[in-house]
């Protein structure tokens, strides 16, 4: 085995170029921190005592027999949005099993959440730490969770103080992709359907703005109701926008549903998917795959928010004086069928049937 040395004093820049990892991947192994293979971890501790770089002992980032409850809003949990967020479960549960510690899901009346039902919640799971999952709570439950000292972390949340670590896809540079997508398309007069009701959903708005802003293309927000079945009422909302013909050629939706809503307005009105008019979705949901065409949106990887939620409650245990963590998990592009450059470039006025 070959071994390392330095003339001077090391630094973790030189720990990451003898180890080939990067220097945040350093720092990570050696402030003890959870996510990094065996293997990797090894070789970083190797490198560093072998080049003399004072490692100093921390507290253990995986704590045993760690108890952490899951509040889930129970009209997301019940409704279209199920399957997003048993996906960021069965990731909460995966890390938690994998660290021996234990996840207890809980649904919730978000709307109302108070810091005496968490009490309770705390008191009769025993648990030590609080996800918050799809959860923004208000300014005196947040103050209560301060004052409290209990390790809590937003999941597919945005903390817009950074008091609480947090975790969501990138929501602004997702939408903002999904945007160019339609514009690089042909688009000029696209729509945005939204409910704007959570940080992480104006994110979306945001991205969709920025993007159209930096094309100069036509733009009009359609806002739903917070509380619709947004299908549904998707459809509706589209149906209005058809009836007053203002030559809008394309659609992107806040999730997957309401591009469903959406298309099916476009159907009763015999428009022709992407021909006529361009749909694009968010969240890649099992409904992207089962509408024809097929639905481009994009995709969020569920489980990897709610594995790196459980490390990012290990870490704030382990330490609660760390800074807070925003963390931005990358979303992708999924192909389908529902955008292609428009058969022809209306006029001012004029929507193709």
């Given at each position: ?21 990067s ?37 253990s ?20 949005l ?23 899901p ?21 648990a030590?730490?609080?996800f ?34 947090c ?32 940080h ?25 109701p ?5 299908s ?24 997957d549903?309401?591009?469903?809503g ?33 639905l ?41 069928a ?16």
């Amino acid at each position: 085995m070959t071994r390392v040395s330095l003339s001077r004093r090391p630094r973790q820049t030189d720990i990451a170029r003898f180890a080939g990892v990067s220097v945040s991947t350093v720092s990570r192994v050696l402030a003890n921190e959870p996510g990094i293979s065996t293997n990797v971890r090894d070789q970083v501790i190797r490198i560093a005592s072998e080049l003399g770089y004072n490692i100093r002992p921390v507290p253990s980032a995986q704590p045993q027999n760690q108890r952490s409850v899951a509040l889930i809003p129970v009209d997301q949990a019940t409704g279209g949005l199920g399957m997003f967020y048993e996906g960021i479960l069965s990731g909460l549960r995966g890390a938690a099993s994998r660290s021996g510690g234990t996840l207890l899901p809980r649904l919730v009346r978000s709307s109302s959440l108070k810091a005496s039902e968490l009490k309770h919640t705390l008191s009769e799971t025993d648990a030590t730490g609080i996800f918050l999952v799809g959860i923004d709570p208000p300014e005196d439950l947040c103050g209560w969770l301060i004052e409290s000292k209990i390790p809590t972390v937003w999941v597919n949340g945005n903390d817009p103080d950074l008091q609480f670590d947090c975790v969501s896809p990138a929501n602004f540079y997702g939408a903002r992709l999904a945007t160019q997508h339609l514009i690089a398309a042909g688009h000029q007069r696209i729509l945005h359907f939204t409910m704007s009701h959570r940080h992480t959903i104006r994110e979306r708005v945001r991205g969709f703005e920025a993007a159209a802003a930096k094309n100069g293309v036509t733009t009009r927000i359609v806002q739903l109701p917070s509380a619709s079945r947004t299908s549904m009422e998707a459809c509706e909302a589209m149906e209005a926008v058809l009836r007053d013909d203002q030559g809008f050629t394309a659609a992107f939706c806040m999730n997957d549903m309401m591009a469903v809503g959406v298309m099916e307005a476009l159907t009763n009105h015999h428009f022709s998917i992407p021909r006529d008019f361009a749909v694009m979705g968010f969240d890649d949901l099992p409904c992207a795959s089962m509408t024809m065409p097929r639905l481009t949106t994009m995709h969020v990887d569920r489980e990897a928010i709610g594995q790196e939620a459980y490390y990012l409650m290990q870490r704030r245990i382990a330490d609660p004086g760390a800074e807070p963590r925003k963390v931005e998990l990358a979303v992708r592009l999924v192909e389908g069928a529902t955008v292609q450059a428009p058969s022809k470039q209306p006029e001012d006025g004029e929507l193709s049937a």
